[in-house]
Structures are given as structure tokens and as C-alpha cells.
């Protein structure tokens, strides 16, 4: 069972527009959310976090937005950049009763921004 | 300051053959993790240490042994490689403290088995 879901393998955007990148998940327990950006090659990098405290978090260009009732939080990027171009991983962790830090991935999206 | 650091940065064996892949990291860390990436698949957890000298199964674990040396190492073994673990494997490391659970990760080992 996927507990986090991200339902777009890819997602092709415009230098200068909008990107908007979806993840849902299923644990109503889970309290603390990352996304990482993964260029080819290269391992993830940690880019911006959202507390279920919060419904939103920004940071420069980028803005996460956490919905608890709907499950669902995205990752938004303006204006894209050809650099923001790589695989963007949402996360999540249930900080509570998590041993470890344990956190899991979805399956990632990657996007393209053409300039 | 390096961060996490792999090796081998790739590795081909063949069927049955083992291998220990490498991680150590200079950030202090407590915690530790090996994931694997496969297409359409994210990163899955392997094993995970939340501390020297504890180990624990993640997701993905049958088929690989996991050793905490000591608080900057973590390695990852395979004892009879199998072509299903064709993978790119990434280590991890995190401080957990109560503001969240930031991971940060090497760049990678890209594992082929024939």
C-alpha cells in the first residue's frame, strides 16, 4: 500500500509559468512533510518542509501548501526555472511515534521547464 | 566537510557474488539509512539505524545485512546479489530532533547484476 502518491510521472512547463507539483497520502498520523529535488546522477536534495501546523511554508520561489483534510499537499514554483529541472520526491514522516526518522517517499515527478 | 559519502560510485557483479557498499558521514549525525531507487518505484527504505549500535528493517529489506561500525559509518551488504537488486543505492543521515526529520543524502551507488 503507497502511502504517499504522487500521480504525476512528469510535468512540462514554460520558463517563467506556474509549476505546480501534487502529492496525496493515505496516513492521517503522518504530521511533517518534505519535498526533495534530485538531479540526474545525484542524490536528493532537501529543498522545503511544511509542519501539519501549517497550511503553507515558502521559501524564496518555492511554496508548499499542506490541505489535512483533503490528504493532499503540492509544491509550487514561480517562476520556473530550466534549473528547476529535475525529479521532485515528496515525503512524509509521522514524528510522534517515529523511531529513527523514518521517512517515506513517493514516486516522484519529474519536471522539465523549457525555456 | 563532506557530508555523506558513498563507494563505490558503480559496481557490476554477477549473480551470486556479494559485496559491501560503503557510507560514512562527518555531520555528527545519529540516525542513518540505506534506500534504494528504482524507476516509478521512489526511494524505498532498506534498513535504518537510529543510533550507533541499533538497526532496524525498513520497506525493502530481504537480501541485504546492514552494520552500524560506529557513528559515521553504515554499510550495506549483500550476500548472494541477485539481478532484482539492479538498483541506484542512496545513503542517508539525519539528526532527529523535535523541529523534523531532514535527511541528507550521498550521491549514489549504481549497482548492476548480471
Known amino acids: 500500500d503507497q502511502q504517499v502518491k504522487q500521480n504525476s510521472p512528469s510535468l512540462s512547463v514554460q520558463e517563467g509559468r506556474i509549476s505546480i507539483l501534487n502529492c496525496d497520502y493515505t496516513?492521517?498520523?503522518?504530521?511533517?512533510f518534505l519535498w526533495y529535488k534530485k538531479y540526474p546522477a545525484e542524490g536528493p536534495t532537501f529543498l522545503i518542509s511544511?509542519?501539519?501546523?501549517?497550511d503553507k511554508n515558502e521559501d524564496g520561489r518555492f511554496t508548499v501548501f499542506l490541505n489535512k483534510s483533503a490528504k493532499h499537499l503540492s509544491l509550487h514554483i514561480v517562476p520556473s526555472q530550466p534549473g528547476d529541472s529535475a525529479v521532485y520526491f515528496c515525503?512524509?514522516?509521522?514524528?510522534?511515534?517515529?523511531?529513527?526518522?523514518?521517512?517515506?517517499f513517493g514516486q516522484g515527478t519529474e519536471l522539465s521547464v523549457k525555456p | 566537510n563532506a557530508g555523506v559519502t558513498q563507494t563505490p560510485k558503480f559496481q557490476v557483479l554477477k549473480t551470486g557474488q556479494s559485496m559491501t557498499l560503503q557510507c560514512a558521514q562527518d555531520?555528527?549525525?545519529?540516525?542513518m539509512y540505506w534506500y534504494r531507487q528504482d524507476p516509478g518505484m521512489g526511494l524505498r527504505l532498506i534498513y535504518y539505524?537510529?543510533?550507533?549500535?541499533?538497526?532496524d528493517k525498513g520497506e525493502v529489506p530481504n537480501g541485504y545485512n546492514v552494520s552500524r561500525l560506529n557513528k559515521r559509518e553504515f554499510s550495506l551488504r549483500l550476500e548472494s546479489a541477485a539481478p532484482s537488486q539492479t538498483s541506484v543505492y542512496f545513503c542517508?543521515?539525519?539528526?532527529?530532533?523535535?523541529?523534523?526529520?531532514?535527511?541528507?543524502f550521498g550521491p549514489g551507488t549504481r549497482l548492476l547484476v548480471l
Open positions: 542517508a543521515s539525519s539528526e532527529v530532533v523535535g523541529s523534523g526529520s531532514t535527511q541528507y
Open positions: 496516513n492521517s498520523m503522518f504530521d511533517y
Open positions: 511544511i509542519s501539519s501546523i501549517k
Open positions: 515525503a512524509a514522516t509521522e514524528r510522534l511515534y517515529n523511531q529513527g526518522g523514518k521517512l517515506i
Open positions: 555531520m555528527n549525525h545519529n540516525s
Open positions: 539505524s537510529a543510533s550507533e549500535g541499533t538497526t
